[in-house]
């Protein structure tokens, strides 16, 4: 008897509870409460699976975009792969467009690791090719060893102009991203000066520098590849071990995730910072090295334009991963030979390509958001 007293009492609230949870499920969407929470931990399945629906939006706009400024929708395919990846001379303008590109992505990479935003990459840029081409000038060392005091040169002027700005943030707490974007303009103009005034050519009167004499370039690897995306790919491997194997790794693990837990835990964070930024900056000279001795020839006024921006994106794109910033980095660099190549037969502006740039970028943002953030009903456990 009591048996059956307590069956009856508990079915009724068993069955207004099933008749809550069903007027819930009818209730209109407008009327539903729902709270934006930050997700303590999501699978890199997952992440990979919203990073890439976010990269397919971005190139689906961008499709759309193509074929409202006049390029055939059926051409799209044949231009950004086939006439990119399998026509023999495309593809090596893409390797001989990606070995800086690589090296200035790798230069963001390893400062945003370090939570410093190095925007200054173009003007690391610029002071490690005059420093390349100040040995060339003044003939520094024998004619064997041009090449490597160019090397060396460029990756020393990069680092010193880098210096500056680390030392402000870690000590006076100036904000980087303004001390390093200044620092732009000031090579800038700096190499203006030196291309105008007393390393202009003599022979041509042009604002460029003398060529560079043969054993001052970087050497061919056959079929018209330039060793610079050799050398690209090798640093390339560097970074990856120094970041994912390395103790000094860990350190970056460290400061990235929370420099004052970091500090407390022993990690010398101020000592990790210094290093992964001169490394930034060594990086972004070098790229100045592949593209004076590599590239150009020479000293030219204008050979570092859009490899800042580039930079950042790619560091952005792969998440400040080296091996994943190779990979970028050649993606977008397929994107700029793909770009010049829709300028001449379908008259796209280039700032089209930058367009595209821009508009991936902002996709892959907004994936992040996704990423880190849920909604979940109010009142109800919603899955990890």
Same mark, same amino acid.
């Given at each position: 008897?009591?048996? #059956?007293?307590?069956?009856?009492?508990?079915?009724?609230?068993?069955?207004?509870?099933?008749? !809550?949870?069903?007027?819930?499920?009818?209730?209109?969407?407008?009327?539903?409460?729902?709270?934006?929470?930050?997700?303590?931990?999501?699978?890199?399945?997952?992440?990979?699976?919203?990073?890439?629906?976010?990269?397919?939006?971005?190139?689906?706009?961008?499709?759309?975009?193509? =074929?409202?400024?006049?390029?055939?929708?059926?051409?799209?395919?044949?231009? %950004?792969?086939?006439?990119? %990846?399998?026509?023999?001379?495309?593809?090596? !303008?893409?390797?001989?467009?990606?070995?800086?590109? +690589?090296?200035?992505?790798?230069?963001?990479?390893?400062?945003?690791?370090?939570?410093?935003?190095?925007? *200054?990459?173009? *003007?690391?840029?610029?002071?490690?090719?005059?420093?390349? &081409?100040?040995?060339?000038?003044?003939?520094?060392?024998?004619?064997?060893?041009?090449?490597?005091?160019?090397?060396?040169?460029?990756?020393?002027?990069?680092?010193?102009?880098?210096?500056?700005?680390?030392?402000?943030? +870690?000590?006076?707490?100036?904000?980087?991203?303004?001390?390093?974007?200044?620092?732009?303009?000031?090579?800038?103009?700096?190499?203006?000066?030196?291309?105008?005034?007393?390393?202009?050519?003599?022979?041509?009167?042009?604002?460029?520098?003398?060529?560079?004499?043969?054993?001052?370039?970087?050497? @061919?690897? *056959?079929? *018209?590849?330039?060793?610079? +995306?050799?050398?690209?790919?090798?640093?390339?491997?560097?970074?990856?071990?120094?970041?994912?194997?390395?103790?000094?790794?860990?350190?970056?693990?460290?400061?990235? #995730?929370?420099?004052?837990?970091?500090?407390?835990?022993?990690?010398?964070?101020?000592?990790?910072?210094?290093?992964?930024?001169?490394?930034?900056?060594?990086? #972004?000279?070098?790229?100045?090295?592949? =593209? #004076?001795?590599?590239? @150009?020839?020479?000293?030219?006024?204008?050979?570092?334009?859009?490899?800042? %921006?580039?930079? +950042?994106?790619?560091?952005?794109?792969?998440?400040?991963?080296?091996?994943?910033? &190779?990979? =970028?980095?050649?993606?977008?660099?397929?994107?700029?030979?793909?770009?010049?190549?829709?300028?001449?037969?379908?008259?796209?502006?280039?700032?089209?390509?930058?367009?595209?740039?821009?508009?991936?970028?902002?996709?892959?943002?907004?994936?992040?958001?996704?990423?880190?953030?849920?909604?979940?009903?109010?009142?109800?456990?919603?899955?990890?």
């Amino acid at each position: 008897m009591a048996d #059956a007293s307590l069956a009856a009492i508990a079915q009724p609230a068993q069955t207004d509870s099933d008749a !809550a949870q069903r007027a819930r499920q009818r209730q209109p969407l407008a009327r539903r409460r729902y709270a934006l929470e930050i997700r303590q931990h999501m699978g890199w399945q997952r992440q990979a699976l919203i990073l890439a629906i976010a990269i397919l939006v971005g190139l689906a706009i961008s499709a759309a975009i193509l =074929v409202a400024a006049g390029v055939p929708a059926d051409e799209l395919a044949n231009e %950004f792969v086939t006439q990119t %990846f399998f026509d023999g001379q495309n593809f090596r !303008a893409v390797l001989f467009q990606a070995a800086p590109m +690589i090296l200035v992505g790798l230069a963001g990479s390893l400062a945003f690791r370090a939570r410093f935003w190095n925007l *200054g990459l173009e *003007g690391q840029m610029v002071w490690g090719a005059i420093g390349a &081409t100040a040995i060339s000038m003044w003939q520094v060392g024998p004619e064997p060893l041009r090449l490597p005091l160019m090397f060396a040169a460029a990756i020393g002027c990069g680092l010193l102009w880098v210096l500056g700005p680390a030392w402000l943030k +870690i000590r006076l707490g100036v904000n980087e991203i303004i001390s390093t974007l200044m620092l732009n303009y000031m090579a800038a103009n700096f190499l203006l000066h030196l291309v105008y005034g007393g390393w202009k050519d003599p022979k041509d009167n042009f604002p460029y520098s003398p060529q560079f004499r043969a054993f001052e370039r970087l050497p @061919e690897l *056959g079929a *018209g590849v330039s060793s610079a +995306i050799l050398l690209a790919a090798v640093v390339a491997l560097v970074a990856w071990w120094l970041v994912s194997v390395s103790r000094a790794g860990l350190y970056l693990r460290f400061v990235d #995730a929370n420099p004052r837990v970091a500090h407390a835990n022993g990690v010398p964070v101020r000592r990790t910072i210094y290093g992964a930024v001169l490394l930034s900056g060594a990086m #972004a000279g070098l790229a100045g090295f592949a =593209v #004076a001795s590599g590239q @150009e020839g020479r000293l030219t006024q204008a050979f570092y334009q859009g490899y800042g %921006f580039s930079g +950042i994106l790619i560091a952005f794109l792969a998440r400040n991963n080296p091996l994943a910033a &190779t990979v =970028v980095a050649l993606l977008v660099a397929a994107l700029f030979v793909t770009g010049r190549s829709l300028q001449v037969f379908y008259q796209v502006p280039f700032s089209m390509v930058q367009l595209i740039q821009a508009i991936i970028v902002v996709c892959v943002a907004s994936s992040d958001f996704f990423i880190r953030h849920r909604l979940r009903r109010v009142g109800e456990e919603a899955a990890q």
